[in-house]
């Protein structure tokens, strides 16, 4: 199961950009058990819109980290200009089946809540609670709140793409695969219809493959510099 990460970095440090030497890579120490792909986002502290964001994978959607090993991502922080900042990751877990296929592994509980309408067997939508800020919160475009997803070309085949991070629900005995969610009216569209009819009020739980850090602030600024020089006999210091 994917973990908090520990040893961030940049986090509560401050930077010279100015410097050659100083560090631009983000680092952690990766804890659960596989890492698949690293989602990272850059915000400006006093304004909280994002500055910078990208992520990286394995080509193949291969694991990249296993518990305990240290994650390096190159660069991110080249190039920002003097001001405060917020980083945040999203680390999702994909793992290979014995055929070579991929499955996501759905084992972070995420919210429960109860059935929001009456579900008719074989639909392809179901309602729960509007409003939720823990589905898909990191791929929202206006309402509609989606799974993210890369697309990769196995040995041999045609490019496939696949949802790097998404929701599992079960309800009713049964498990289905939350495709995109109405953050205003609550509607799911599902990966597949559920075999059965669901009454408004049934309890559900939500489980994904992904984990959202929390949130690591760090500074960049130009470091002073100090100038020395003899006046009259006397040694002054000047700081500029």
Known sequence: MLQYPINVYPDKVALDA???TYDRDLHFTFKGDLLTCVYWRLYNYDTQQIVAASDFCDPNLAPIAYNNDTVTGQGILSNRSNGKYILQMMLTQTQKNLTGGLY????????????AADYTSGSLTIKIENKSNLIYEWNKSGNICSQTTKTYTPSGGSPLTVATSAILMEVGGTTTVIDDYNYETGECNLDTGISQNIAAGTD?????NYLITEQYYFEVATEPTIEAYSHEGASDIWVT
């Open 104 to 115: 996501n592994v759905y084992d972070r509980y995420v919210s429960r809540g109860k059935i």
């Open 204 to 208: 559900y739980k939500l489980y994904a």
């Open 18 to 20: 100015s410097k050659s």
